[in-house]
C-alpha cells in the first residue's frame, strides 16, 4: 500500500513576517503625523493614535499566532498518523492498523462543530482532529 498524505492549512494571504513588515510602516506614519500634531498643541492625537496602535498590534499578534496552524493526515502501511498543529504547538495521533479498520468518520453535528474521526480503543484528544471511543 502506498503512503498517502493530506496536508490542511489556512489560507493565509500575508506570512506574519510581512504582517510584522506592515505594522512597522503603520506606526512610522500614524505616529510621525500623532507627533505632528502634538508639536501643534494637539496632545490628544498622540494619546488617540497610541491607542489604536496598541489595538491593531493585539489584532495582528493573535492572526500572525494562528497563521501557521495546520492539519497533516498520512495514511500509511503502518497505520493512520493526524499532527494538528495551533499556536505553535503539535499534538499526534497515531492509530494502528488494527485499530484503523474500525475507525470512521464523524460528520459535524452542528454549524460550528468540527469533523471527528471515531476508533475503537482511542481516547479523546484534542484540537480539530477529536478521537472519540
Given at each position: 500500500?502506498?503512503?498517502?498524505?493530506?496536508i490542511?492549512?489556512?489560507?493565509?494571504?500575508?506570512?506574519?513576517?510581512?504582517?510584522?513588515?506592515?505594522?512597522?510602516?503603520?506606526?512610522?506614519?500614524?505616529?510621525?503625523?500623532?507627533?505632528?500634531?502634538?508639536?501643534?498643541?494637539a496632545?490628544?492625537?498622540?494619546?488617540?493614535?497610541?491607542?489604536?496602535?496598541?489595538?491593531?498590534?493585539?489584532?495582528?499578534?493573535?492572526?500572525?499566532?494562528?497563521?501557521?496552524?495546520?492539519?497533516?493526515?498520512?495514511?500509511?502501511?503502518?497505520?493512520?498518523?493526524?499532527?494538528?498543529?495551533?499556536?505553535?504547538?503539535?499534538?499526534?495521533?497515531?492509530?494502528?492498523?488494527?485499530?484503523?479498520?474500525?475507525?470512521?468518520?464523524?460528520?459535524?453535528?452542528?454549524?460550528?462543530?468540527?469533523?471527528?474521526?471515531?476508533?475503537?480503543?482511542?481516547?479523546?484528544?484534542?484540537?480539530?482532529?477529536?478521537?472519540?471511543?
Amino acid at each position: 500500500m502506498e503512503t498517502r498524505e493530506w496536508i490542511l492549512k489556512r489560507n493565509c494571504s500575508i506570512a506574519p513576517r510581512q504582517l510584522a513588515w506592515v505594522f512597522a510602516i503603520l506606526c512610522t506614519v500614524s505616529l510621525t503625523v500623532a507627533l505632528g500634531f502634538t508639536l501643534h498643541g494637539a496632545w490628544t492625537i498622540l494619546v488617540f493614535s497610541v491607542i489604536e496602535l496598541s489595538a491593531v498590534g493585539i489584532a495582528f499578534l493573535v492572526y500572525a499566532r494562528h497563521a501557521t496552524d495546520r492539519e497533516v493526515v498520512v495514511l500509511g502501511e503502518d497505520g493512520l498518523i493526524v499532527e494538528v498543529t495551533q499556536a505553535g504547538r503539535t499534538s499526534r495521533i497515531k492509530l494502528d492498523l488494527a485499530t484503523l479498520h474500525g475507525t470512521r468518520i464523524a460528520f459535524p453535528a452542528g454549524p460550528q462543530a468540527l469533523v471527528a474521526l471515531e476508533g475503537r480503543g482511542q481516547g479523546a484528544a484534542r484540537g480539530s482532529w477529536p478521537f472519540h471511543q
